[in-house]
Each structure stands twice: as structure tokens, then as C-alpha cells.
């Protein structure tokens, strides 16, 4: 079992974030992991994206030209990203800033307006978690507690944003589940 992913976005979008939190996931059940960011020199509004590669053999390179998924939170990401995807692969769109129309048949298609779930439950910054639960939802790459569990205890000393992530996975998984 392999499983590769994509995930980006802007800057300050927690695209990074949660590519940690999937790899720590992960290595949780055991599993080997690779988690790569990349990044520009801006902190906020430049471009961020992340692989992770989560697998029971040894992993032989970190570089995945062309993925099983990506996460996608905005659209310069669905325009780098979206082609890369190996057919039968899963994208995951963030419709709430993605405006342009994925022109891929060979894919599975989520479409996850995770700003607007995350602002409804009470924080627009939710919206990496909101996302990262549909992909576990779409792809089982982890166990959903166990991923749960990795954000409780990511949160452990901001108990204030705990129960926000909570909610944000589950709707995410939810709303994934409903689409699959």
C-alpha cells in the first residue's frame, strides 16, 4: 500500500500544517512517511505545498511527479497540480476560492467549499483541517481516530482551538463521504 498526495495553496493556509499532521498520522499506525514541504520566501499569500507519501515498504524517493491526489486550496494549485495527478487519482478542490473548472474526466472530483464550513463552525483558519478530513475520508490513508488523535494532541497546549479541529474533521469527512 502506497499512498501519495499533494497538498497546496497560499501561504498561511495551513497547507503545510496539515501534510504534518497527515505524516504524523501516519507514522502513528506505523507506517513509512515522507512529508516534503516547499515554500517561498513570502510567509503569507506566496505559494506552499507539501508532498506525503505514506506507505508499508520503504519509500524510495520523497519526489512524486505524479501523484494519487492533491489537495488544492486555490487556483494557481488546481492549474500546477490538477494535470499532475495520475488517472484514477483523487483532487480534492476547495471551492470556496476555486474558480476555474477542472478539466480532468479521468480523476475523482471532490468539491469542498472548506473556507465556508471552516467560517460556519466559527474560524476561516479551519479550512486545512476541513480538507484534510475529506482526503482521509476519500483515500483511508489513515485511520480517521487516529488522525483525530494527532490533532488533539497538535493542539494540546491551544485547548481554545481544539474542538474547532474537531468539528472541521469531521464535517470535511462528512461532506467527502457524501460525494464518494
Excluded at 39 to 57: F, H, I, K, L, W
Excluded at 98 to 107: A, E, H, L, P, T
Excluded at 117 to 138: C, F, Q, R, S
Aim: proline share 5%; with cysteine; net charge neutral.
Amino acid at each position: 500500500m502506497q499512498n501519495e498526495v499533494v497538498i497546496a495553496g497560499f501561504g498561511g493556509q495551513g497547507v503545510l500544517s496539515a501534510g504534518q499532521i497527515l505524516a504524523y498520522s501516519a507514522m502513528a499506525e506505523g507506517f513509512n512517511v515522507v512529508w516534503l514541504p516547499s515554500y517561498g520566501p513570502e510567509m503569507r499569500g506566496g505559494t506552499a505545498n507539501c508532498s506525503v507519501v505514506v506507505s508499508d515498504q520503504p519509500i524510495a524517493s520523497p519526489i512524486i511527479p505524479h501523484p494519487g491526489a492533491a489537495i488544492v486550496m486555490n487556483n494557481p494549485s488546481l492549474e500546477r497540480f490538477g494535470p499532475a495527478v495520475k488517472a484514477g487519482g483523487i483532487i480534492i478542490i476547495n471551492t470556496s476560492l476555486i474558480n476555474i473548472k477542472c478539466q480532468r474526466d479521468d480523476v475523482t472530483q471532490i468539491n469542498i467549499g472548506a473556507n465556508q464550513v471552516a467560517m460556519d463552525l466559527g474560524n476561516g483558519k479551519a479550512a486545512n483541517m476541513v480538507i484534510l478530513g475529506a482526503y482521509v475520508a476519500a483515500t483511508k490513508a489513515v485511520s480517521f481516530d487516529v488522525l483525530k488523535a494527532t490533532v488533539r494532541e497538535k493542539f494540546a497546549r491551544k485547548p481554545q482551538f481544539e474542538e474547532l479541529n474537531m468539528r472541521a474533521l469531521d464535517a470535511g469527512f462528512e461532506l467527502a463521504g457524501k460525494q464518494m
